[in-house]
């Protein structure tokens, strides 16, 4: 048996194995054990097997889930096998309009899984009452960050009640092009669906869209977010208000999260690059805000 190790979600600890059959014939399966702190986290395990079920059910394309071992048994720690996705994530593609339209078009297919079509009721739940609560809890953090988010914030928390809010649908809560497997120029895969959620899917977008705007620019964040609207069978109101809501996220936390860029190999997002292209993108959502 042959064993690489990926980079995993929080919490978890990935490898690829490679299994040899008795009869000399080959396969890569994946391996996710889960920790909290170095804890064992048998609860994380179950729960992201059960969604891999439900969105290979639903024919979003990700890994299949093969073996769930919650006791660590066999693994020595709650762990999950998948099927192994042969490809990797894909940051610039030759064809940028195909590259955005695979990413709109897999959006789509995880918001169309619905509570009235499906039992969601075991997932947590995000929508407007969670990021009244969120809100609340970036407060501090907000005021302290500077005038331009106390000023997102406080057009947040002045909007919350006025904007149209859609039914709840199955959400990934972290999609962007790092958390996409592609061969060949195709999407193939989602992957990490430990933070998914019943809950507001302009929040997938408008996330993607900010990492798409971090690495190309605001024209391949646009390019992103019209193409969603014009494929989604009814275009999604509002979509300012969560080009403020991930964008004050944005703010407060991607010197953060330019680790995982810089890990991934896009060392061209530096900090000023990151700073001045979030800023603007919070203005404009302001003046749009400022309109109704």
């Not at 929080?10 to 000399?24: C, E, F, I, R, Y």
């Not at 048998?42 to 969604?51: G, L, M, S």
Request: net charge positive; proline share 6%; hydrophobic share 40%.
């Amino acid at each position: 048996m042959g064993v690489r190790r990926l980079r995993g979600g929080l919490g978890a600890l990935t490898h690829v194995l490679t299994l040899k059959a008795p009869d000399g014939s080959r396969e890569r399966v994946v391996l996710r054990r889960h920790f909290v702190r170095e804890s064992l986290n048998p609860e994380r395990a179950e729960r992201e097997f059960r969604i891999l079920k439900l969105v290979n059910d639903a024919g979003i394309p990700s890994a299949k889930p093969l073996h769930l071992d919650t006791t660590g048994a066999y693994f020595g720690a709650p762990a999950l096998l998948l099927s192994y996705l042969p490809g990797r994530s894909l940051y610039e593609a030759r064809d940028e309009g195909a590259w955005t339209e695979q990413l709109a078009r897999v959006m789509l297919s995880i918001h169309a899984v619905s509570p009235a079509d499906r039992d969601l009721s075991w997932l947590p739940r995000f929508s407007r009452g969670e990021i009244a609560t969120e809100l609340e809890e970036l407060k501090p953090e907000a005021e302290k960050a500077g005038a331009l988010a106390r000023r997102v914030h406080a057009a947040l928390v002045a909007n919350l009640d006025r904007v149209a809010w859609p039914k709840p649908c199955l959400i990934h809560e972290d999609f962007w092009p790092g958390n996409t497997v592609w061969f060949r120029q195709r999407l193939i895969g989602v992957i990490d669906w430990v933070n998914a959620k019943v809950g507001d899917p302009r929040c997938d977008i408008t996330q993607c869209a900010i990492d798409a705007m971090l690495v190309h620019g605001p024209e391949t964040a646009d390019r992103l977010r019209k193409t969603y609207q014009r494929l989604a069978p009814k275009p999604l109101p509002d979509l300012w208000y969560f080009d403020l809501f991930n964008g004050l996220r944005s703010l407060l936390y991607y010197k953060h999260w330019l680790r995982g860029y810089h890990d991934a190999g896009l060392t061209q997002v530096t900090e000023a690059i990151a700073s001045q292209r979030i800023r603007q993108m919070l203005r404009t959502a302001l003046k749009e805000s400022e309109q109704r």
